[in-house]
Protein backbone atom coordinates (compact mmCIF):
# COMPACT_ATOMS: atom_id res chain seq x y z
CA UNK A 1 0.00 0.00 0.00
CA UNK A 2 1.23 3.80 -1.10
CA UNK A 3 0.66 6.07 1.44
CA UNK A 4 3.23 8.70 0.54
CA UNK A 5 5.18 10.34 -2.32
CA UNK A 6 8.19 12.33 -2.04
CA UNK A 7 8.85 14.93 -4.87
CA UNK A 8 11.63 16.57 -6.41
CA UNK A 9 11.19 20.15 -7.07
CA UNK A 10 13.27 21.66 -9.88
CA UNK A 11 12.56 19.91 -13.13
CA UNK A 12 10.07 17.97 -11.85
CA UNK A 13 7.10 20.21 -10.13
CA UNK A 14 8.36 23.29 -11.83
CA UNK A 15 10.31 23.67 -15.30
CA UNK A 16 13.47 25.70 -13.34
CA UNK A 17 15.27 25.00 -16.45
CA UNK A 18 13.11 27.31 -18.91
CA UNK A 19 12.49 29.77 -16.33
CA UNK A 20 16.41 30.33 -15.70
CA UNK A 21 16.94 30.54 -19.57
CA UNK A 22 14.80 32.91 -20.07
CA UNK A 23 15.26 35.27 -17.19
CA UNK A 24 19.65 34.93 -18.30
CA UNK A 25 18.22 36.28 -21.23
CA UNK A 26 16.19 39.51 -20.09
CA UNK A 27 18.63 40.29 -18.01
CA UNK A 28 21.11 40.75 -20.52
CA UNK A 29 19.12 42.51 -22.42
CA UNK A 30 18.43 44.96 -19.45
CA UNK A 31 21.51 45.10 -18.65
CA UNK A 32 22.35 46.32 -22.33
CA UNK A 33 19.92 48.71 -22.44
CA UNK A 34 21.86 50.18 -19.19
CA UNK A 35 25.06 50.45 -20.85
CA UNK A 36 27.13 47.72 -20.84
CA UNK A 37 27.17 46.80 -24.70
CA UNK A 38 27.97 42.86 -24.73
CA UNK A 39 26.60 40.19 -27.42
CA UNK A 40 23.27 38.92 -26.24
CA UNK A 41 23.78 35.66 -27.05
CA UNK A 42 26.98 35.46 -25.75
CA UNK A 43 26.55 37.18 -22.47
CA UNK A 44 23.76 34.54 -21.94
CA UNK A 45 25.93 31.44 -22.39
CA UNK A 46 28.53 33.08 -20.47
CA UNK A 47 26.32 33.58 -17.61
CA UNK A 48 25.16 29.93 -17.73
CA UNK A 49 28.49 28.90 -18.17
CA UNK A 50 29.23 30.83 -14.39
CA UNK A 51 25.98 29.07 -13.64
CA UNK A 52 26.95 26.05 -14.00
CA UNK A 53 30.73 26.38 -12.86
CA UNK A 54 29.28 28.21 -9.33
CA UNK A 55 26.12 26.43 -8.82
CA UNK A 56 22.38 27.44 -10.02
CA UNK A 57 21.10 29.07 -7.10
CA UNK A 58 24.75 31.46 -7.30
CA UNK A 59 22.66 34.79 -6.19
CA UNK A 60 26.15 36.58 -6.76
CA UNK A 61 26.14 35.33 -10.32
CA UNK A 62 25.89 39.14 -12.28
CA UNK A 63 28.62 40.47 -10.39
CA UNK A 64 30.60 37.68 -11.14
CA UNK A 65 29.10 38.06 -14.69
CA UNK A 66 30.36 42.05 -14.66
CA UNK A 67 33.53 41.43 -13.36
CA UNK A 68 34.28 38.75 -15.69
CA UNK A 69 33.27 41.40 -18.35
CA UNK A 70 34.01 44.51 -17.45
CA UNK A 71 36.36 44.06 -14.60
CA UNK A 72 34.07 45.98 -12.34
CA UNK A 73 30.92 46.02 -10.94
CA UNK A 74 28.70 49.40 -11.93
CA UNK A 75 25.62 49.10 -9.61
CA UNK A 76 23.42 50.61 -12.27
CA UNK A 77 23.93 47.64 -14.64
CA UNK A 78 23.58 44.98 -12.13
CA UNK A 79 20.59 46.80 -10.71
CA UNK A 80 19.34 46.35 -14.20
CA UNK A 81 19.68 42.70 -14.84
CA UNK A 82 18.99 41.87 -11.50
CA UNK A 83 15.25 43.38 -11.57
CA UNK A 84 14.76 42.31 -15.57
CA UNK A 85 15.81 38.08 -14.00
CA UNK A 86 13.48 38.75 -11.19
CA UNK A 87 10.26 40.31 -12.95
CA UNK A 88 11.20 36.89 -15.56
CA UNK A 89 11.49 34.64 -13.71
CA UNK A 90 8.06 35.29 -11.60
CA UNK A 91 6.65 35.60 -15.16
CA UNK A 92 8.08 32.54 -16.42
CA UNK A 93 8.24 29.98 -13.09
CA UNK A 94 5.57 27.86 -13.86
CA UNK A 95 4.62 24.47 -13.08
CA UNK A 96 4.62 21.74 -15.29
CA UNK A 97 0.90 20.74 -17.27
CA UNK A 98 -1.07 18.29 -15.07
CA UNK A 99 0.95 19.19 -12.07
CA UNK A 100 -1.84 21.08 -10.06
CA UNK A 101 -4.34 18.13 -11.67
CA UNK A 102 -2.26 15.42 -10.28
CA UNK A 103 -1.48 17.34 -6.65
CA UNK A 104 -5.14 17.23 -5.90
CA UNK A 105 -5.74 13.71 -7.30
CA UNK A 106 -2.84 12.36 -4.69
CA UNK A 107 -4.40 14.43 -1.96
CA UNK A 108 -8.09 13.28 -2.44
CA UNK A 109 -6.76 9.68 -1.96
CA UNK A 110 -4.70 10.20 1.48
CA UNK A 111 -1.79 10.50 -0.37
CA UNK A 112 0.93 12.21 1.79
CA UNK A 113 3.18 14.28 -0.48
CA UNK A 114 6.43 15.75 0.48
CA UNK A 115 9.70 17.80 -1.28
CA UNK A 116 13.25 16.76 -1.09
CA UNK A 117 15.46 19.20 -3.03
CA UNK A 118 19.08 19.81 -2.84
CA UNK A 119 17.90 23.71 -3.24
CA UNK A 120 18.84 25.76 -0.50
CA UNK A 121 15.82 26.06 1.83
CA UNK A 122 14.89 29.95 1.02
CA UNK A 123 15.01 29.32 -2.40
CA UNK A 124 12.67 26.37 -2.39
CA UNK A 125 10.21 27.90 0.16
CA UNK A 126 10.10 30.83 -2.58
CA UNK A 127 9.32 28.55 -5.24
CA UNK A 128 6.73 26.84 -3.89
CA UNK A 129 4.98 30.03 -2.51
CA UNK A 130 5.25 31.24 -6.33
CA UNK A 131 3.40 28.54 -7.24
CA UNK A 132 1.17 28.86 -4.38
CA UNK A 133 2.04 25.18 -3.76
CA UNK A 134 3.57 26.22 0.13
CA UNK A 135 0.78 24.42 1.62
CA UNK A 136 0.85 21.12 -0.17
CA UNK A 137 3.84 19.43 1.03
CA UNK A 138 4.69 18.23 4.24
CA UNK A 139 7.93 17.75 5.20
CA UNK A 140 9.74 20.34 2.70
CA UNK A 141 13.55 19.15 3.45
CA UNK A 142 16.42 20.72 1.82
CA UNK A 143 20.17 21.02 1.68
CA UNK A 144 19.78 23.34 4.74
CA UNK A 145 17.83 21.32 6.67
CA UNK A 146 19.42 17.69 6.08
CA UNK A 147 22.99 18.89 5.41
CA UNK A 148 23.12 16.35 2.65
CA UNK A 149 22.76 16.35 -0.89
CA UNK A 150 20.67 13.49 -3.01
CA UNK A 151 21.70 10.70 -3.36
CA UNK A 152 22.74 10.25 0.20
CA UNK A 153 20.07 8.27 1.79
CA UNK A 154 19.35 10.72 4.59
CA UNK A 155 16.61 13.24 3.23
CA UNK A 156 14.91 10.58 2.08
CA UNK A 157 14.77 8.62 5.37
CA UNK A 158 14.44 11.58 7.33
CA UNK A 159 11.22 12.28 4.67
CA UNK A 160 9.86 8.90 5.71
CA UNK A 161 10.47 9.08 9.55
CA UNK A 162 8.19 12.47 9.40
CA UNK A 163 5.44 11.01 7.53
CA UNK A 164 5.55 7.63 9.77
CA UNK A 165 5.93 5.51 6.50
CA UNK A 166 8.12 3.22 5.39
CA UNK A 167 9.98 2.86 2.88
CA UNK A 168 8.08 -0.04 0.82
CA UNK A 169 5.11 2.71 1.51
CA UNK A 170 6.41 5.88 -0.39
CA UNK A 171 7.76 6.39 -4.46
CA UNK A 172 9.79 8.93 -5.27
CA UNK A 173 9.87 11.06 -8.49
CA UNK A 174 12.56 13.06 -10.03
CA UNK A 175 14.07 13.78 -13.17
CA UNK A 176 17.70 13.07 -11.90
CA UNK A 177 18.27 8.88 -11.97
CA UNK A 178 21.96 9.67 -10.53
CA UNK A 179 20.47 11.37 -7.55
CA UNK A 180 16.36 10.98 -7.52
CA UNK A 181 16.31 7.27 -8.41
CA UNK A 182 19.75 6.33 -6.75
CA UNK A 183 19.25 7.75 -3.61
CA UNK A 184 15.82 6.57 -3.22
CA UNK A 185 16.52 2.58 -4.54
CA UNK A 186 19.14 2.81 -1.81
CA UNK A 187 16.98 2.65 1.30
CA UNK A 188 14.14 0.40 -0.97
CA UNK A 189 11.74 2.35 -2.18
CA UNK A 190 10.51 2.51 -5.71
CA UNK A 191 10.95 5.33 -7.94
CA UNK A 192 9.52 7.22 -11.03
CA UNK A 193 11.85 8.71 -13.57
CA UNK A 194 10.05 12.42 -14.90
CA UNK A 195 11.32 11.80 -18.45
CA UNK A 196 9.30 15.18 -19.52
CA UNK A 197 11.98 17.15 -17.11
CA UNK A 198 14.90 15.71 -18.33
CA UNK A 199 18.22 17.46 -19.32
CA UNK A 200 20.67 15.54 -19.87
CA UNK A 201 19.12 13.20 -22.51
CA UNK A 202 18.88 10.32 -20.49
CA UNK A 203 17.85 6.54 -22.29
CA UNK A 204 17.90 4.36 -19.31
CA UNK A 205 16.82 5.83 -16.05
CA UNK A 206 17.14 2.91 -13.91
CA UNK A 207 13.64 3.74 -12.22
CA UNK A 208 11.15 1.33 -11.97
CA UNK A 209 8.63 3.50 -14.36
CA UNK A 210 9.35 6.62 -16.69
CA UNK A 211 6.63 9.04 -17.21
CA UNK A 212 6.41 11.23 -19.86
CA UNK A 213 3.33 13.13 -18.15
CA UNK A 214 2.87 13.28 -14.46
CA UNK A 215 -0.34 12.73 -14.39
CA UNK A 216 0.90 9.16 -15.05
CA UNK A 217 1.70 9.03 -11.37
CA UNK A 218 -1.95 8.67 -10.23
CA UNK A 219 -2.04 5.63 -12.76
CA UNK A 220 0.31 4.42 -10.79
CA UNK A 221 -1.05 4.47 -7.51
CA UNK A 222 -3.92 3.33 -8.24
CA UNK A 223 -2.87 0.14 -9.67
CA UNK A 224 -0.23 -0.56 -6.68
CA UNK A 225 -3.05 0.57 -4.20
CA UNK A 226 -5.57 -1.56 -6.60
CA UNK A 227 -8.14 1.37 -6.36
Excluded: C
Aim: charged share 25%.
Amino acid sequence: MIRAIIFDLDNTLLDFVKMKQFAVKASIRAMNEAGLNVDEESGYKDVMELYMTTGWENQLVFDDYLKQTTGEVSNKILAAGVVAYRRAREATLLVYPNVNKTLIELLKSQIRLAVVSDAPSREAWMRLYYLNLHHVFDPVLTFDDTGARKPSPKPFKLALDKMNVGPDEALMIGDWPDRDVVGAKQIGMKTIFARYGDTFGTKESGADWDVNDIYEVVEIIKELNNV
